[in-house]
């Protein structure tokens, strides 16, 4: 019997069905990149929908790409801009549920909640 996979394997939370860099806009020459990458990770990230499409040059370790600079740089931007999304539709606490560690530690978690575009700004004059 042929094992089917759940999750979302063709959409991205931070690019839906569209095939481009997402940081170039390229559209040739792509690999996916599972946002949260290693042994384990990317059935986790396919099954939520935490990959993006990058430019291989920008993919590969060997090349320099963000694999050789793990949680740094463009792989941290990633982690952050994923989570981000995550939390519009869910909470900061389901969010560390699947992936066990706060990759917007400065940040709020209602601070992208919808609020019908009004937000409570903390120390302002009255």
Same mark, same amino acid.
């Given at each position: *019997?042929?094992?089917?996979?759940?999750?979302? !394997?063709?959409?991205?939370? #931070?690019? +839906?069905?569209a095939?481009?860099? %997402?940081?170039?806009g390229?559209?040739?020459? #792509?690999?996916? @990149? !599972?946002?949260? @990458? +290693? /042994?384990?990770?990317?059935?986790?990230?396919d099954? @939520? =929908?935490?990959?993006?499409? $990058?430019?291989?040059? #920008?993919h590969l &370790?060997? #090349?320099? =790409?963000? !694999?050789? %600079?793990p949680?740094?740089?463009?792989? $941290?931007? $990633?982690?952050?801009?994923?989570?981000?999304?995550?939390?519009?539709?869910?909470?900061?606490?389901?969010? *560390?549920?699947?992936? +066990?560690?706060?990759?917007?530690?400065?940040?709020? /978690?209602? &601070?992208?909640?919808?609020?019908?575009?009004? %937000? $409570?700004?903390?120390? +302002?004059?009255?």
């Amino acid at each position: *019997m042929k094992r089917v996979r759940k999750g979302s !394997h063709s959409y991205s939370i #931070l690019q +839906g069905k569209a095939k481009y860099c %997402y940081v170039t806009g390229r559209t040739e020459g #792509l690999d996916k @990149h !599972h946002i949260y @990458h +290693g /042994p384990g990770w990317r059935d986790i990230s396919d099954r @939520h =929908g935490f990959w993006v499409y $990058l430019w291989q040059p #920008l993919h590969l &370790a060997g #090349l320099g =790409g963000l !694999h050789k %600079y793990p949680n740094t740089g463009l792989d $941290l931007k $990633l982690k952050q801009d994923c989570q981000r999304r995550f939390e519009e539709t869910h909470t900061r606490e389901e969010f *560390m549920a699947i992936i +066990g560690k706060n990759y917007l530690e400065n940040e709020n /978690p209602q &601070a992208n909640a919808d609020n019908d575009g009004f %937000y $409570l700004l903390e120390g +302002g004059e009255e």
